[in-house]
């Protein structure tokens, strides 16, 4: 057995014990599309949290029915995988491997299974849009990924293009709408409403392949406010499902651009231009797979691997040959995915260290400027107050608050990795490990 060594295997076991699964566990079965040398297998936890396991892992939760002893358990695991699974390679699976991963236990009851905390992930997070409200939502605007529907809206999106690239219409729109407060304000408006449109394009894609969204919520991406859908359950869809999920949120930014496309057309209203032309800036930037935007989970899904960065701790590792004074384990991927992994990372790791340093560095300048620039937007304000200009007042209001919300997401990242660092010394003296595990937001 490759998950068991003899060292491990525990001296006495009870082998009429009895284990049984956790409270709202799910088989999901096969992980299709996977990049792994050898298939990986879904697990859906109570909580909603998606587990990746191997196949004899995935075996032994299939005999787990709290009612067969680990004897039997034992036996049947054996048969089905066609190896020498023993009672003391059960017991030792159960309570090393699935009960840390909050599967199943063989005595002590599963209070708070562990969660995926990743460095990068939302902080200050928070839900707009429960999970019965967003399924409802999403079925009704499922239709939209008819493949009719696809073609038309692909087709008027290149045209709509086309046609802003060769009128000419889009500087003049820009400098119609500079230094208009209520343009501004009607600017950010139709961008979060757009940005909020795009999470539902996630929910939608994801139930018309079949799987169940959950709740839109808001949170801190490092230092700037985004919205999330969780849409963890698409991970039991086949590729073609997940990727259709993946890219849901651009297909939704596509179908509101060409709704504020046909309003302008009708109303000639110069922001709803602007709007299209940052709408399409806002698509490129979450095509790119730094962070956990949309073209992380498209290439990810793209290779079959779930969690890229959690492949960045054992690439180091592999790299520097450090591995608590034990051999490097292999990565487990295929080689063209191992390939693609090791690429992604080689760019990723750099280019993060890189803005954080230039970040850390240009502290004192950015912080000079958000003083002054915070000024300068209470002067406004003072000055809106005074000559009764309210969508003035309600524009600097705004412009302070945008201004603010950096350095909010600055504080909660700090606070992160604090206490990143506090547990990883805590486990250090404790002598023990911690466990990658699949999440998505």
């Given at each position: 057995m490759s998950e068991v060594t003899q060292a491990d295997r525990a001296p006495?076991?009870?082998?009429?014990?009895?284990?049984?699964?956790?409270?709202?566990?799910?088989?999901?079965?096969?992980?299709?599309?996977g990049g792994f040398d050898q298939p990986r297998y879904l697990i859906s936890r109570g909580d909603g949290q998606m587990v990746l396991v191997s196949r004899l892992l995935y075996q032994l939760a299939t005999e787990i029915d709290g009612n067969r002893t680990l004897g039997e358990a034992a036996v049947r695991v054996a048969r089905a995988?066609?190896?020498?699974?023993?009672?003391?390679?059960v017991e030792f699976l159960i309570s090393e491997k699935l009960y840390p991963l909050g599967i199943a236990t063989?005595?002590?009851?599963i209070v708070e299974p562990p969660k995926a905390a990743p460095l990068l992930a939302l902080a200050m997070h928070g839900v707009l849009a429960p999970a019965r409200v967003v399924r409802v939502v999403a079925a009704m605007l499922a239709p939209l990924y008819l493949p009719v529907v696809v073609v038309l809206v692909v087709t008027g999106l290149i045209a709509l293009d086309v046609w802003l690239i060769g009128s000419g219409y889009l500087d003049l729109a820009f400098q119609q709408s500079a230094g208009e407060p209520v343009q501004v304000l009607v600017l950010l408006g139709l961008m979060i409403v757009s940005t909020l449109f795009h999470e539902v394009g996630h929910a939608a894609g994801c139930h018309?392949?079949?799987a169940k969204p959950g709740?839109?919520?808001?949170?801190?991406?490092?230092?700037?406010?985004?919205?999330?859908?969780?849409?963890?359950?698409?991970?039991r869809?086949?590729?073609?499902g997940r990727l259709r999920t993946d890219l849901g949120g651009i297909y939704f930014n596509a179908v509101f651009i060409l709704a504020m496309a046909g309003i302008y057309g009708l109303t000639h209203y110069p922001p709803l231009l602007v709007f299209i032309a940052l709408s399409h800036i806002q698509i490129l930037q979450q095509l790119v797979p730094l962070l956990r935007l949309d073209g992380y989970y498209i290439l990810g899904d793209l290779v079959?691997?779930?969690?890229?960065?959690?492949?960045?701790?054992p690439f180091l590792r592999r790299l520097t040959g450090r591995h608590g004074g034990k051999p490097v384990p292999p990565s487990g991927l295929r080689p063209r995915v191992r390939i693609i992994v090791t690429a992604w990372v080689?760019?990723?790791?750099?280019?993060?260290?890189?803005?954080?340093?230039?970040?850390l560095w240009r502290l004192p300048v950015y912080l000079s400027r958000a003083f002054t620039r915070a000024h300068d937007y209470w002067t406004v304000l003072v000055a809106g107050v005074g000559q009764g200009n309210f969508w003035m007042s309600v524009l600097a209001v705004v412009s302070m608050l945008i201004l603010l919300l950096p350095w909010v997401g600055a504080v909660a990242f700090l606070v992160r990795i604090g206490r990143r660092i506090a547990r990883r010394i805590a486990h250090k003296q404790r002598g023990t490990g911690g466990r990658h595990r699949i999440a998505r937001a």
């Amino acid at each position: 057995m490759s998950e068991v060594t003899q060292a491990d295997r525990a001296p006495q076991t009870d082998e009429h014990a009895v284990a049984r699964l956790a409270d709202g566990v799910s088989l999901c079965g096969e992980y299709e599309g996977g990049g792994f040398d050898q298939p990986r297998y879904l697990i859906s936890r109570g909580d909603g949290q998606m587990v990746l396991v191997s196949r004899l892992l995935y075996q032994l939760a299939t005999e787990i029915d709290g009612n067969r002893t680990l004897g039997e358990a034992a036996v049947r695991v054996a048969r089905a995988s066609g190896q020498d699974v023993s009672v003391a390679d059960v017991e030792f699976l159960i309570s090393e491997k699935l009960y840390p991963l909050g599967i199943a236990t063989l005595a002590e009851p599963i209070v708070e299974p562990p969660k995926a905390a990743p460095l990068l992930a939302l902080a200050m997070h928070g839900v707009l849009a429960p999970a019965r409200v967003v399924r409802v939502v999403a079925a009704m605007l499922a239709p939209l990924y008819l493949p009719v529907v696809v073609v038309l809206v692909v087709t008027g999106l290149i045209a709509l293009d086309v046609w802003l690239i060769g009128s000419g219409y889009l500087d003049l729109a820009f400098q119609q709408s500079a230094g208009e407060p209520v343009q501004v304000l009607v600017l950010l408006g139709l961008m979060i409403v757009s940005t909020l449109f795009h999470e539902v394009g996630h929910a939608a894609g994801c139930h018309y392949g079949g799987a169940k969204p959950g709740a839109i919520g808001v949170g801190l991406m490092l230092i700037v406010p985004c919205f999330f859908t969780n849409v963890t359950d698409a991970y039991r869809l086949d590729r073609r499902g997940r990727l259709r999920t993946d890219l849901g949120g651009i297909y939704f930014n596509a179908v509101f651009i060409l709704a504020m496309a046909g309003i302008y057309g009708l109303t000639h209203y110069p922001p709803l231009l602007v709007f299209i032309a940052l709408s399409h800036i806002q698509i490129l930037q979450q095509l790119v797979p730094l962070l956990r935007l949309d073209g992380y989970y498209i290439l990810g899904d793209l290779v079959g691997v779930p969690n890229l960065f959690a492949q960045v701790g054992p690439f180091l590792r592999r790299l520097t040959g450090r591995h608590g004074g034990k051999p490097v384990p292999p990565s487990g991927l295929r080689p063209r995915v191992r390939i693609i992994v090791t690429a992604w990372v080689v760019i990723v790791v750099p280019t993060l260290a890189l803005a954080l340093g230039v970040l850390l560095w240009r502290l004192p300048v950015y912080l000079s400027r958000a003083f002054t620039r915070a000024h300068d937007y209470w002067t406004v304000l003072v000055a809106g107050v005074g000559q009764g200009n309210f969508w003035m007042s309600v524009l600097a209001v705004v412009s302070m608050l945008i201004l603010l919300l950096p350095w909010v997401g600055a504080v909660a990242f700090l606070v992160r990795i604090g206490r990143r660092i506090a547990r990883r010394i805590a486990h250090k003296q404790r002598g023990t490990g911690g466990r990658h595990r699949i999440a998505r937001a």
